[in-house]
């Protein structure tokens, strides 16, 4: 039987991000739509060169995007709003970036997801965004309405696939699969699925053209199929494929980030060519699939992670294949498209040699899959040097010093439940902070950081260029902390942040610090559009050798009376925004954060902080796919929140905060956490969310944001006043605080200014409500 292996998607930005620096060309005017589209084909003749010239067998087409294929789906399918909408021609370029990134003067920020386009004069904001599954990728929501007219545009796939051909490079090309893309929209005052028949007659067209010019298979995304299926999705993708497998072009069917589980025999049932499935987060399921997969169905095996940055151990991989492979022909791929890890580790060069070995970057990854197809189609002996080697570099890490720290081990498993409770309970706590920190009724605060302006951004830079040296930057960033410092105690705030200033990002920051992080120089991944991040790669057991904001917390401290927060990322949050090991669970890698950030909180305490905050920004975002782990997920989380935290006494004040409003379903886990104090995303929503930590009797404090940060407009005080008047309808006027939704890193100076001096002002007004 024979192997061949496929690649499901390559990293678009390029290998030096040069989509990035492409589009902000061309959206700063410095270049044309020619240029931005010649630079556009550019990345993808290099991307099929590069993957044909690695063994790839089967290359991708339509899987390049100029800023996120689930946008490239709505526009090809005519799913574009109303207001975006240009004459009656087809969406072009200004349609496409205005439904991205809003047109000029809507610029959004905030929570490092800003993504609008300028100022100037506000018109339109862009679509919704949000998290591509489990990933750190952000995809446009798809948005759909009553009476919705759908047409095909442009068919971008159909172009890409000829645009390869016309190079020689023949391709299988990818569609995110419709009832994926149905799932994802959000439907305003209509139920998506009413559109099933009309879309999927639409992709019945695109198949059509795409045979029509040769393509022989095509690779149909539909991830949906690794979550918890309502019936309504079941039978839209019974009739969905009933209706588009069709003789003339073969259906690779594609599932990742998951096992099929309850949905296997189902998927295996549809009548398509091809069925890939996730082997690295569920290689349990192909067992099951064996037993029911039809003889002629292809079966494309995703056993190189494409999730993570590890390098795969091939000859234990192998062991497993090769009785499958003996039994039938067999694809081999990555797990899931490349788009989520770095290019090419080849660019690394200042990585520790050791750590290097163990890693693969898409280019790698590439190669790992093309080893293993030798290995199977010719015999282990032809490529048994690089078997040898995968071995080596697996056992190495198993065994490396550089990874295992005895006294790590030894602390991990000494945690008892002693060291993740409080001494006193909620109201005792509250008690003993009243006394220490005196603070009138809707105390106000802040989330932590202050603008990152134009001369903070510098000077880190210049000071990573070695043009400035530690002592100038040291002064320079005392001088910034000194100077908010001063002007919160003008404006009135009554407690204090040193404003993050000394951070290039909540997470780097402190993975910086701690041992078992490394860090990349050019690992890039796509975040949305433009925006790409390096994720620190967490390889080792975590320690904190020193602490790492005290001083930054002392000096600002020296400068005031009133009580400053120490500021800290909470264990989840460095967990979840970081590439982790694959050799042990994620939970005991967080344990091992957690306790490093307790050490943190404690010597801040012993310091003389009388407020910690602990941000958990991406609790939420770490939740599984599939329900039924929620609890399990949600329990080690909070587990690990409350290591770091709960150590100190009753009259340190613990603050926390998370960035996002839906919490309903899992209020009992934010109650669990056992902060002193929670401030959350509100002000869009009116304070609606309220309602459910009243019916909850959340017991501790709660600052609800009163200053959506993520929009350049500053709100008045009256309108500040109303949303904490709301506030009081759900909770007890003395268990509110007063902040904005999150920190203030993504906007300007003046804008603060105001806001948080109508802030205040709002406060006091309130307090003379009673
Ligand atoms: N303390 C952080 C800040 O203010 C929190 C950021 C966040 O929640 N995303 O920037
Ligand atoms: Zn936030």
């Given at each position: 039987m024979t192997v061949s292996i496929a690649t499901l998607g390559f990293p678009?930005?390029?290998?030096?991000?040069e989509l990035k620096t492409a589009l902000e060309n061309f959206w700063s005017g410095k270049t044309g739509e020619s240029d931005l589209l010649e630079s556009a084909s550019g990345l993808r003749t290099a991307a099929w060169a590069r993957q044909r010239a690695l063994g790839a067998d089967w290359l991708p087409s339509g899987d390049f995007s100029l800023y996120d294929h689930v946008l490239d789906t709505s526009v090809m399918l005519g799913a574009i709003p109303e207001r975006y909408?240009?004459?009656?021609?087809e969406a072009d370029l200004s349609t496409y970036f205005a439904m991205a990134r809003g047109t000029a003067g809507a610029a959004s920020g905030g929570c490092g997801h800003d993504h609008g386009a300028g100022a100037?004069?506000?018109s339109l904001t862009a679509c919704e965004m949000t998290k591509w599954f489990d990933t750190n990728y952000h995809y446009m929501v798809p948005e759909l309405v009553p009476g919705q007219k759908l047409a095909l545009n442009r068919l971008k796939v159909l172009d890409d696939y000829r645009e390869a051909r016309a190079q020689g490079f023949e391709t299988r090309p990818v569609l995110l699969g419709p009832v994926t893309w149905l799932s994802l929209a959000k439907g305003r005052?209509?139920?998506?699925?009413?559109?099933l028949d009309e879309v999927v007659s639409l992709y019945g067209v695109i198949l059509g053209h795409l045979g029509q010019a040769g393509a022989e298979w095509v690779q149909i995304d539909e991830?949906?199929?690794?979550t918890d299926l309502s019936d309504i999705q079941r039978r839209a993708l019974t009739r969905a494929y009933a209706r588009l497998a069709r003789p003339g072009v073969k259906l690779m069917l594609t599932t990742y980030f998951g096992g099929l589980e309850d949905n296997l025999g189902f998927a295996a049932a549809l009548p398509v060519a091809g069925l890939h499935v996730d082997?690295?987060?569920?290689?349990?399921q192909i067992d099951a699939l064996l037993k029911v997969a039809p003889k002629d169905l292809l079966l494309s095996l995703?056993?190189?992670?494409?999730?993570?940055i590890w390098r795969t151990d091939l000859d234990a991989l192998l062991a497993r294949i090769e009785p499958i492979a003996a039994i039938r022909d067999l694809v081999l791929a990555p797990?899931?498209?490349?788009?989520h890890v770095p290019v090419d580790?080849?660019?690394?060069?200042?990585?520790d040699p050791e750590l290097t070995q163990w890693l693969a970057f898409a280019v790698q990854k590439v190669e790992e899959l093309a080893i293993l197809k030798r290995a199977l189609n010719e015999g282990r002996e032809h490529v048994a040097e690089a078997l040898a080697d995968s071995r080596r570099a697996a056992i190495a890490r198993r065994t490396s010093p550089l990874i295992h720290d005895a006294t790590v081990a030894g602390r991990v498993s000494g945690i008892t439940p002693a060291l993740f409770?409080?001494?006193?309970?909620v109201a005792t706590r509250a008690a003993a902070q009243a006394v220490v920190l005196d603070l009138p009724d809707f105390p106000t605060t802040t989330i932590g950081s202050f603008p990152q302006t134009e001369a903070v951004r510098g000077a880190r830079a210049r000071f990573n260029r070695g043009e400035l040296d530690a002592a100038g930057y040291d002064a320079f960033l005392r001088d910034e902390t000194a100077r908010a410092i001063r002007w919160q105690e003008e404006v009135g705030l009554d407690m204090l942040v040193h404003?993050?200033?000394?951070?290039?990002d909540m997470v780097q920051y402190f993975g910086e610090r701690l041992s078992g992080f490394a860090f990349t120089v050019s690992g890039w991944v796509q975040s949305y559009g433009s925006r790409c991040v390096r994720p620190p790669i967490l390889y080792g057991d975590v320690s904190r050798p020193s602490a790492m904001t005290v001083e930054w917390w002392r000096y600002a401290q020296s400068l005031t009376e009133r009580p400053v927060k120490g500021m800290l990322t909470g264990p989840v949050t460095i967990l979840n925004w970081s590439f982790v090991r694959?050799?042990?669970p994620r939970e005991a890698s967080c344990r091992q954060i957690a306790l490093a950030i307790r050490d943190e909180v404690l010597d801040l305490e012993a310091a003389g902080a009388r407020a910690i905050q602990v941000d958990e920004a991406a609790l939420r975002e770490?939740?599984?796919?599939?329900?039924?782990e929620w609890q399990h997920y949600l329990d080690w989380a909070v587990e690990c929140f409350r290591i770091s935290a709960?150590?100190?006494?009753?009259?340190t004040q613990i603050h926390t905060h998370m960035?996002?409003?839906?919490?309903n379903d899992i209020l009992p886990s934010i109650g669990a956490m056992d902060a002193d104090v929670i401030s959350i995303e509100t002000a869009r929503s009116q304070?609606?969310?309220?309602e459910g930590f009243a019916r909850y009797r959340y017991p501790a404090a709660i600052g609800?944001?009163?200053?959506?940060?993520?929009?350049p407009r500053v709100p008045g005080q009256d309108e500040m006043v109303a949303l904490m008047r709301l506030a009081q309808q759900h909770l007890d006027r003395s268990q509110l605080w007063v902040n904005?939704?999150?920190?203030?890193?993504?906007?300007?100076w003046p804008e603060v200014r105001s806001a948080i001096e109508a802030m205040v002002a709002a406060a006091r007004t309130l307090r003379g409500e009673a």
């Open positions: 678009r930005i390029g290998p030096r991000r909408r240009t004459g009656d021609g100037g004069e506000a005052g209509v139920d998506p699925f009413e559109f991830p949906i199929l690794v082997l690295v987060r569920a290689p349990g995703g056993v190189i992670d494409g999730r993570n797990s899931c498209s490349l788009l580790l080849a660019l690394e060069r200042r990585l409770e409080r001494e006193g309970d404003g993050e200033f000394e951070r290039n694959d050799d042990q770490g939740l599984p796919l599939r329900h039924r709960a150590g100190v006494g009753d009259a960035c996002y409003s839906e919490f304070m609606e969310l309220l609800p944001g009163v200053y959506d940060i993520h929009a904005p939704d999150c920190g203030l890193k993504t906007r300007k």
